[in-house]
């Protein structure tokens, strides 16, 4: 349907189709357990966005089949046809957070910058919140609403940040996947009571190593 849609240039109709006809196989059955509804919401614009940006590449069929592949996990999810399934939803939150990042960094930054900016915030707002919600051993909505919150403030903090260097945007989008995998896993040891000093500074030499590398490889280009 995702394919049929950009084959069609995203034309209104086959689009309506592509929103309902998506929305309608997720949904099933009705009105029961949408425990993955808010990545559901955000994989939907993320892969219109994501499909604009590849229908005339040779990336067209990988990103069909990779948006595929996590609207299949994020039905599964819902369903209950995995045993694993926080890590299953952590895997597609994290493909659909790259996602974000590289189509936020590849927009043009002169127009819409802060409609953009707020959308990829709310977006890993929703997308931590969802998280927490499955891998919560008890339920602490309160608890686990404000450390998403806390969350997107990072990542909102970090993005900004990123947003102002001289990069390319893959290098910008692979250094917002490593914050955002570290902080993940700081707040998977914190809801699971694993968190000690030498899981700290492990986790901060494997982000500086890794964000090292991710500098040295970029291309620097200062523009005035």
């Known amino acids: ?16 189709l592509f929103i309902l006809g998506s929305t309608a196989i997720y949904a099933r059955p009705l009105f029961q357990n949408y425990s993955t509804g808010y990545a559901f919401l955000v994989l939907l614009p993320a892969a219109i966005l994501g499909m ?22 994020l ?11 926080s890590r299953l939803y952590y895997l597609a ?13 590849l927009s043009d930054k002169s127009e819409w910058f802060l409609l953009k900016y707020g959308a990829a915030i709310f977006a890993s707002f929703l997308l ?13 909505p309160k608890r686990e609403l404000l450390a998403a ?14 947003a102002l260097l001289p990069v390319g945007f893959i290098s910008s989008a ?5 914050f955002t995998f570290a902080l993940a ?3 998977f040891k914190h809801f699971t009571g694993g968190i000690s000093r030498e899981f700290l500074i492990q986790h901060l030499v494997f982000f500086l190593i890794l964000a090292g590398l991710i500098f040295w490889s970029s291309s620097w280009a200062l523009t005035i």
């Open 1 to 16: 349907m995702l394919a049929w849609t950009a084959v069609w240039d995203f034309s209104l109709f086959p689009l309506f």
């Open 149 to 162: 919150g806390v969350a997107a403030f990072l990542v909102a903090q970090l993005l900004w940040a990123a």
């Open 75 to 85: 039905a599964g999810i819902k369903n209950y046809h995995f045993i694993k399934r």
């Open 185 to 187: 896993d700081f707040l």
């Open 52 to 73: 604009r940006i590849l229908e005339k590449s040779i990336l067209f069929w990988p990103g069909i089949f990779l948006y595929a592949f996590i609207f299949y996990l």
């Open 93 to 105: 939150a994290i493909l659909i957070f790259y996602s974000i990042y590289i189509e936020f960094f």
């Open 174 to 178: 692979n250094l917002m996947l490593l």
């Open 128 to 140: 931590f919140r969802e998280w927490l919600k499955l891998i919560s051993a008890f339920s602490f």
